[in-house]
Structure formats: structure tokens, C-alpha cells
């Protein structure tokens, strides 16, 4: 047995050394820093419009699950001026897994193969079911990306063994990062106004104009398409 470590003093240094790291990290941030600025910006907007979302959903019974994607994006945050990938994987893979189960209306299920390709159901209209089926697979995508992470597959354990490994952590793309962010982002909101459409069309001007300035005016075009046909097919089943 060792009598000459001293491993409670040991132990009360690295408690210091830790909030001294932690707290160099968040006083030292550079606020000017394009990179971090991005993503953040992206989380913030992404964070607004699902609360649009859940403010009209504010009597659901499920409704945790949305505010816990929510939640995802404040922790977000931290991971991401972290640099923790594995952390920011888990994180997208959950959110994926609550939009999924919030959407579905089956809070407790596990066959997210299941809820992947339910979406489609969610809709009558056949034009409705193909965008949704595109947005499904690009989530699909990420969440199957995020498992290499979360699952423990070799090649994405990052060199980080000590917190001062972060402050080097090369493995860190910001653009993959970003790009994958505003897919996953772009995709559930996308999804919700066309699955929640007289809801979104129910909000007000504003509210919807800042849906647009978010998605892609690609994506914004196949909406509106939708939208025509939509109400061309409501106002059908009212004669």
C-alpha cells in the first residue's frame, strides 16, 4: 500500500486545477471568433422557431419531449465551444429521438426504425408524404452518424484523456459541425409545417416570415407548392 501519496490533496488540486480550466475557458472565449459566432447563431434561431412551435403545443401531453430539445440547444452550446464531439453527437441523436417520438405521438417507443418511416403517415396528401420522406432521410442520416459516436466505434474516439486536451482538440470541425446543425435543424422545421400546417398557417405574419428567412428558398418553394395544393385539397372536402 502506498503511504506517501498523498491522494486527498491530490485530489482537492485537480478540483482547483478543473474550475481554474473551466473558468479560463469561458472568460477567455473570443467573442469575435467567426467560427463559434456561426454555430451559435444557427443554435439561436433554430431555438426560437421550435419555441414558436412549442408555445402552440403548450397543451400537448407530451410536450417535454420538445421541451427537451430545447434543452439540447442550451447544452449544445457548451459542447460546442468545447469542442466535444462525442457530447454534440449525443446531443443531435436525442433531439432526433424526441422530434421523432413528439411527432409520432409515441413517447415511449423504441423502434425508431418505426418512427423514421411513420412520418410520412402523418399526411394524406401523396406531394406532402414524398417531402417529409426526403426530410425523414436526412435526419435518419445524422442520427445513423451520431451512433458512430455514441456506440463507441474506434475511429471517433477523439485523442482527449485531460481537459487540457480540448484547448488542442484538431479532431473539431467547425464546418461539419455547422452544416450538420442547420440539416438537422432545417429538417424538423421543415417537417412541422407541413405535418402542422394549419397551425403554421395560423400564426402570425411575422412568425411565419421568420419560418422563410430560416429554410432555403428552395425548400421554401416546395412548401408553398405544397401549401396550394393543401388548401386546394381542404377546401375540396368542405363542398
Known amino acids: ?27 477567455n472565449l473570443d467573442q469575435n471568433d467567426s467560427d463559434n459566432k456561426d454555430i451559435i447563431r444557427e443554435i439561436n434561431k433554430s431555438y426560437i422557431l421550435i419555441s414558436i412551435w412549442r408555445n402552440n403545443f403548450s397543451d400537448d401531453k407530451n410536450i417535454a419531449l420538445i421541451d427537451n430539445i430545447l434543452l439540447n440547444y442550451c447544452s449544445l452550446t457548451h459542447a460546442i465551444l468545447l469542442k466535444d464531439n462525442k457530447v454534440i453527437n449525443f446531443l443531435l441523436r436525442n433531439s432526433i429521438e424526441s422530434f421523432l417520438r413528439y411527432v409520432n405521438n409515441e413517447p415511449d417507443t423504441r423502434d425508431l426504425e418505426a418512427l423514421f418511416s411513420d412520418l410520412k403517415d402523418r399526411v394524406a396528401i401523396s406531394e406532402g408524404k414524398n417531402l ?17 459516436y455514441i456506440h463507441t466505434y474506434i475511429d471517433k474516439i477523439p485523442d482527449i484523456k485531460t481537459l487540457a486536451d480540448y484547448l488542442h482538440n484538431d479532431d473539431f470541425n467547425y464546418i461539419s459541425v455547422k452544416k450538420t446543425l442547420e440539416k438537422m ?9 407541413i405535418i402542422y400546417i394549419d397551425v403554421f398557417l395560423s400564426l402570425k405574419p411575422n412568425a411565419q ?21 393543401y388548401i386546394s385539397y381542404t377546401q375540396q372536402l368542405i363542398k
Do not use: P
Open 1 to 27: 500500500m502506498d503511504l506517501v501519496t498523498d491522494f486527498k490533496q491530490i485530489i482537492k488540486d485537480k478540483i482547483n486545477d478543473t474550475f481554474e480550466f473551466l473558468n479560463t475557458i469561458y472568460k
Open 132 to 148: 417529409i420522406s426526403n426530410y425523414s432521410s436526412q435526419l435518419k442520416n445524422i442520427y445513423t452518424n451520431s451512433n458512430f
Open 185 to 193: 435543424n432545417k429538417a424538423m422545421i421543415c417537417i412541422l409545417r
Open 209 to 229: 416570415a421568420a419560418h422563410y428567412e430560416f429554410i432555403h428558398l428552395d425548400e421554401n418553394i416546395k412548401f408553398d407548392d405544397y401549401k396550394k395544393i
